[in-house]
Each structure stands twice: as structure tokens, then as C-alpha cells.
């Protein structure tokens, strides 16, 4: 029970400069345009715009398996948390992510702040 507490707080515990909100307080995300999500990217300069699609893209690699997984998990946790899941995939030390919200068709500001979170969980 300790470890699921303190791996809970793990996952939802990114710097103050990360704002999640609790998906059942908010309303519905919508999509944001070219300008906003061009805007957003200027705050996330590893991550770029998929084409021919409505998502914003990043690989993570990390010092070796373990760290790949630890950052996976602390990402999963999150995800379920706020009900926002990534696409990605897998391979040894790399993590390949895709964030899109299906529902809204394209990136919202729900996608900006995973993407914020996953860079503070990165860097542990």
C-alpha cells in the first residue's frame, strides 16, 4: 500500500510550473489551431508536429531500460489519472510518444500540458 501511495504521488506530483486539472471538473478541450499550437511547441522545442495528422510528437531516450520503463510508469500512472493516454512505442532505452486528443480531433491544451509533464518526469 506505501508504494502505491508514493507512486501515485510520483506520477502527479510535476513542478509547480505544470498545471493539471482534474478531467471531471473540466469542460471539454477543444482543439487548438496552428497559431496556439505553434505557440505551445515554443515551450516545448523537442517536440514537433506530426504530419499529415492532428498531433504533436517527441522521442525520449534514456541511459537504459530501466530508466525507459520507470519514466513509462510514472507517465501511466498519470495517464489514468486524468483519463488522457499517449500513443507510443517502446524499444530498450527509447520512448517514442504521440499526443492527440481523439475526442476534440486534434491537440488541446490537455496534449501541451502531458507533453510539459512528461519533460519534468524525463529530467528525474
Do not use: C
Not at 508504494?3 to 510550473?17: H, I, N
Not at 471531471?24 to 499550437?37: F, G, S, T
Not at 514537433?48 to 507517465?75: C, L, P, Q, S
Request: hydrophobic letters at 40%; aromatic letters at 8%; glycine letters at 6%.
Amino acid at each position: 500500500m506505501k508504494l502505491a501511495m508514493k507512486l501515485d504521488r510520483m506520477a502527479t506530483a510535476p513542478s509547480q510550473s505544470v498545471r493539471l486539472g482534474d478531467p471531471e471538473k473540466e469542460p471539454a478541450m477543444k482543439k487548438l489551431d496552428a497559431k496556439e499550437r505553434a505557440a505551445a511547441l515554443k515551450g516545448l522545442p523537442q517536440w514537433r508536429e506530426v504530419h499529415g495528422r492532428e498531433a504533436i510528437a517527441r522521442k525520449f531516450e534514456f541511459k537504459d531500460f530501466n530508466e525507459a520503463f520507470g519514466f513509462m510508469t510514472r507517465v501511466g500512472l498519470l495517464a489514468e489519472k486524468l483519463d488522457h493516454h499517449p500513443e507510443w512505442f517502446n524499444v530498450y532505452k527509447t520512448v517514442d510518444v504521440t499526443l492527440s486528443t481523439h475526442d476534440a480531433g486534434g491537440v488541446t491544451e490537455n496534449d501541451i500540458r502531458m507533453a510539459k509533464a512528461m519533460e519534468e518526469y524525463a529530467k528525474r
